[in-house]
């Protein structure tokens, strides 16, 4: 069974960057894709980034020039590194890990990313 663990989130102002972290526990075989999503009040779960253990790597155009997908294969870990952070980035942010040949995904439990003044 995967487990997916993150950290990272708070509170910063506007224009400030954070780093999110997510670490995947057990077994992970295959190409997989590893990537993180948004969740806002009162809007639908959106993709933020993602990223391949090949190293493809993928954005929505909100977030294109201000954040980077990165991972450590070794470790099982993928990281976001937001900058210039705006209030619309406020969110619950969730880590994903697709594991393409079974299909499988795994949702890690959300950090809150607050952006405000």
């Known amino acids: 069974q995967v487990q997916l663990v993150e950290s990272g989130g708070g509170l910063v102002q506007p224009g400030g960057s954070l780093r999110l972290s997510c670490a995947a526990s057990?077994?992970?075989?295959?190409?997989?894709?590893m990537g993180w999503y948004r969740q806002a009040p009162g809007k639908e779960r959106e993709s933020v980034a993602s990223?391949?253990?090949?190293?493809?790597?993928n954005y929505a155009d909100s977030v294109k020039g201000r954040f980077t997908v990165s991972r450590d294969n070794a470790k099982n870990t993928v990281y976001l590194q937001m900058n210039s952070l705006k209030a619309e980035d406020t969110a619950v942010y969730y880590c994903?890990?697709?594991?393409?040949?079974?299909?499988?995904?795994?949702w890690g439990q959300g950090t809150q990313v607050t952006v405000s003044s």
């Open positions: 994903n890990l697709g594991l393409i040949r079974s299909g499988t995904i795994y």
């Open positions: 057990g077994s992970i075989f295959g190409f997989n894709v």
């Open positions: 990223i391949t253990n090949s190293g493809t790597t």
